[in-house]
């Protein structure tokens, strides 16, 4: 259960992603705001902020479906920290306009700032060492978000034949007709992993570990589909032969139809799951804790055929988890540093998995109190390799999910947690922090106490998603002293 002496103890953390923090242009990034949400933490006594994944995105702002599983989102990057490298003039800190369009504008003149730095300069140097150190990724990464630029957005199935197909004739010239388009992007990623790792050593300074998010499954427009297509089940013309999702249930006569292309697993385990292991490496390097979205997928997927409309005609395929798990052990170890997502229906074959490569599963408070005293995310079934949460990105607030429930069944949870005297969210928090789970994650919606309209994500739904932040003025001491005497009493401080 020693995940890297990450469940050596109990603990406490707080679920935050970078873009809901304050401060920036449209959205939360790594610069002041960051920090001071470290110090915040710390201040508190929490030891673990998990985020969502931090890689480009789409235009529909999703962390879950990104151009790359190797590169950091550019939008995320602090303009504070370029303003003070003399990259950038102070005033491009409050221009108005499209925040995503101010972004790339003033990365566009750091850029061009930077080209003027002599090559002894210790940031040139510092460049030229992140690139040799990337190149793994970074090239095709560059070239596709480059061709992406310039073919304005259009996925790379949609390219011209010879550019979507890779031909090394068009690749060169695309390498040199879009030279200095490919060096923003590199310097971009650099500025990004540079702003990344100071932040990390500084939450590592003041005693906080970093915990990230891995989708098991990628977007079909990625450099990484496009870069490595025999690592997926495509036809001649890119697109996905299958697709991802999940099967009918109670919630969904349908099922749910993710779009994203499956894995040729056989490919991938003829190169000894070579492409899994740069991905966690990327990964290590990010976080000192890592999520695996959807684990069940490891041990048998649900495979759509492509021309479906729906999840109705998939059918489960069996996974080569194990070998892929255990390929990950000996290359970094015994004790991966992982989280299993192992939420909805999850079956003997896919616990046994998780439980074999001693991975921790998760709890979510909020689905606890239907089924009856058998639910397993009610406290009493849990269990020590457990991370509890309130709610995960994808539930409603806690205090906002309570007040849609009905007079009885607000009875039934109170009656369960006999906590009359607490109101939401505290009474749920508090249920979270006392549970044997070695690790407790509270939303910062449930640790601000805020109800509905507060929502990050609601899955199913294409609109205004992923866009909460909080202010600092929601954060007042009350916050911090509530959250220091809970972490103290059930014993998940230092």
Known sequence: MDSHGIFDRRRAGILLHIS????????????????????????AGVSVWQTLPINPTHEDGSP????????????????????????????ALAR????????RAA???????????????????????FVSANDGWLGDYALYAALKEIHNGLPWQAWPSALRDRKPDALATANTLYADTIARIRFEQFVFFEQWHGLREYAGSKGVLLFGDMPIFVASDSAEVWSGRDNFQLGDDGQPSVVAGVPPDYFSATGQRWGNPHYNWENMARSGFSWWLDRLRTQLKLYDLVRIDHFRGFEAYWEIPA????????????????????????????TLPLVAEDLGIITAEVDGLRRRFRIPGMRILQFAFDGGPANPYLPHNHAADSVVYTG????????????????????????????????????????????????????????????????MNTPGTVGDNWNWRFDWEQLSGGHIERLAHQIRVYGRGG
């Open 20 to 43: 809901s923090l304050p401060g920036g242009s449209g959205n939360g990034d790594l610069g002041a705001d960051a920090l001071r949400f470290v110090d915040f933490l710390a201040a």
């Open 64 to 91: 879950y479906q990104c151009t790359s599983v190797h590169a950091g989102n550019p939008l995320l990057i602090g303009l504070d920290w370029l303003v003070e490298r003399g990259l950038l003039e102070a005033d």
């Open 96 to 103: 108005p306009g499209d925040s995503k369009t101010e972004r």
């Open 107 to 129: 990365l566009q003149q750091a850029f061009d700032a930077f080209r003027l730095r002599t090559p002894a300069d210790a940031l040139c140097t510092a460049f030229g060492d």
């Open 307 to 334: 021309h479906s409309e729906t999840a109705i005609e998939g059918r489960w395929v069996k996974a080569p988890g194990a070998a892929l798990l255990a390929c990950c052990e000996e290359t970094f170890g015994e």
């Open 392 to 455: 995960t990105h994808d539930n409603d607030t806690t205090l906002s999910w309570f007040e849609s429930l009905s007079a009885e069944q607000q009875g039934y949870v109170y009656d369960y947690l006999g906590r009359p005297g607490l109101t939401m969210p505290e009474a749920l928090v508090r249920t979270a922090m006392a549970s044997v789970a070695r690790l407790a994650i509270i939303p910062m919606q449930d640790v601000l106490g805020l109800g509905s309209g507060h929502r």
